[in-house]
């Protein structure tokens, strides 16, 4: 059984930082890829940036060179950190991991608003 609680997001002004947090109840970011989701209010779910195991990184155009996915094994714990936020970037973010033989397991997905 695996549970991700998700932490952090609220409201930044463009320009603004914020930085979203994934813990997992287990050691599972270490050998399972992941990725972080987000859904804007009448639009679909989509990936955001993804991360193998391995350290690979796969991110939208559009976050490109502003959002980062760190980990910090010993903490069960990935994040990211979102820089230069725009307007657009509003949404609920989710964070999931997809593991073999097991299925998908996501977090419950804060709120982040991008507004002056």
């Known amino acids: 059984q695996v549970q991700l609680v998700e932490s952090g997001g609220g409201l930044v002004q463009p320009g603004g930082s914020l930085r979203l947090s994934c813990a997992a109840s287990?050691?599972?970011?270490?050998?399972?890829?992941m990725g972080w989701y987000r859904q804007a209010p009448g639009k679909q779910r989509v990936l955001v940036a993804a991360?193998?195991?391995?350290?690979?990184?796969n991110d939208a155009d559009s976050v490109k060179g502003r959002f980062i996915i760190s980990r910090h094994s010993a903490k069960n714990t990935v994040y990211l950190q979102m820089n230069s936020l725009k307007p657009e970037d509003t949404a609920v973010y989710y964070c999931?991991?997809?593991?073999?033989?097991?299925?998908?397991?996501w977090g419950q997905g804060p709120q982040v608003t991008v507004s002056s």
């Open positions: 999931n991991v997809r593991i073999l033989m097991k299925g998908d397991y």
């Open positions: 991360r193998t195991s391995g350290g690979s990184t």
């Open positions: 287990a050691n599972i970011f270490s050998t399972n890829a």
